[in-house]
């Protein structure tokens, strides 16, 4: 009998840190941007990074649903409750859904406002022609990042609780390195 996978293959845990990277990065230069002068470079470097970690967040989380449709996901260690299922599978989905939905706001709103997007020195041509109603656009990418930092952090939180508390496999799954152990 062949034992059951209990750890993510190389390319799913390589897709998952990348995209951690790019969230914090992409989050992180746009906190910062409002530190500097409105119409300074520092400040307009600061949203160019931010846009362009958007891309990339956004063919990071298209890769991941290429590579999961693939793959098999792994055994939690020992299983979970039918509940905890289902609350994980929704998060992993709205996580999923807000890194392809905010980047493509992202680049509606700069396309509305008449603008080409950059990604790390290139220009993305817009989507759509200029609009007046840009700002809203705008207004409901904003909101959805605020949502997005609720739900990475619930998902950082419910791995911790995972790992420490209920002591089962789900964190040591999408950690790199060599095979997990499974925890007694």
Known sequence: MTKPITKYNRTTITLHW????????AIFFIEIHGLFPKGSATRDLTKVIHISFGFLILGLALARLIVRHFTTVPAIEPPMPAWMEKASKAVHHLLLLLMIVIPMLGWLYMSARGRVSPFFGFDI????????????????HELLGNVI???????????????YVIKDNTLLRMMPGKKEKTPK
């Open 125 to 140: 041509l817009a989507i759509m022609p200029q609009v007046t109603w840009a700002k809203d656009i705008k207004g409901v």
């Open 18 to 25: 990348l995209t951690v990277l790019a969230m914090f990065l």
């Open 149 to 163: 930092m609720f739900v990475i952090a619930a998902h950082a939180g419910a791995a911790l609780f995972h790992h």
